[in-house]
T-cell receptor, first 114, second 109 residues
Framework: EAQVTQNPRYLITVTGKKLTVTCSQNMNHEYMSWYRQDPGLGLRQIYYSMNVEVTDKGDVPEGYKVSRKEKRNFPLILESPSPNQTSLYFC?????????????FGPGTRLTVL | GQNIDQPTEMTATEGAIVQINCTYQTSGFNGLFWYQQHAGEAPTFLSYNVLDGLEEKGRFSSFLSRSKGYSYLLLKELQMKDSASYLCAVLDSNYQLIWGAGTKLIIKP
């Protein structure tokens, strides 16, 4: 089944404790992206990747890191989480961005930073 | 700056028709997407418009006017399961998706 998977789905952590949210897609998609979603603000892009070893900042990259060592995986790293990073996070992928291509979203990771 | 406007919330009755509007101001235009998102779940693709006019897909239709920077999503024969948020997103000249904040649609029996 074609899908985007994220882990963990739910995470409660404390300020300053490094964490990684994994994202994997099995559709051989070139483009992958991380979003956060907060009430009233809609989806805001954190980082995106056009292909392996190519990553770029989105609208709200501060406090986050990403890597794209393999085409299928795009982990999101919070080196020192803070309470303002409490949010619902979505990973998404699409075949490319230069042609019409819908984005496929993972199920989301609900993160709480105490 | 780039901006996408949608109503925050709308209410409609089961069996009726509802139109959700989206206006945009972006740096270039390479298409407009509509996504549906049920509470706590991931967004799922509904439609894509890049040329002016109406695209119909079952009970859902999407309209685009590029000259007016305007789109709408039309939902017919509303069902309770259509209660969700509807997200408008524009692909700009750099092929980046600009997202609206979404419209929460409440369906009443």
């Amino acid at each position: 089944e074609a899908q985007v998977t994220q882990n963990p789905r739910y995470l409660i952590t404390v300020t300053g404790k490094k964490l990684t949210v994994t994202c994997s897609q099995n559709m051989n998609h070139e483009y992958m992206s991380w979003y956060r979603q907060d009430p009233g603000l809609g989806l805001r892009q954190i980082y995106y990747s056009m292909n392996v070893e190519v990553t770029d900042k989105g609208d709200v990259p501060e406090g986050y890191k990403v890597s794209r060592k393999e085409k299928r995986n795009f982990p999101l790293i919070l080196e020192s989480p803070s309470p303002n990073q409490t949010s619902l996070y979505f990973c998404a992928s699409s075949l490319s961005t230069e042609l019409y291509n819908e984005q496929f979203f993972g199920p989301g990771t609900r993160l709480t930073v105490l | 700056g780039q901006n996408i406007d949608q109503p925050t919330e709308m209410t409609a009755t089961e069996g009726a028709i509802v139109q959700i509007n989206c206006t945009y101001q972006t740096s270039g235009f390479n298409g407009l997407f509509w996504y549906q998102q049920h509470a706590g779940e991931a967004p799922t693709f509904l439609s894509y418009n890049v040329l002016d006019g109406l695209e119909e897909k079952g009970r859902f239709s999407s309209f685009l006017s590029r000259s007016k920077g305007y789109s709408y999503l039309l939902l017919k024969e509303l069902q309770m399961k259509d209660s969700a948020s509807y997200l408008c997103a524009v692909l700009d000249s750099n092929y980046q998706l600009i997202w609206g904040a979404g419209t929460k649609l409440i369906i009443k029996p």
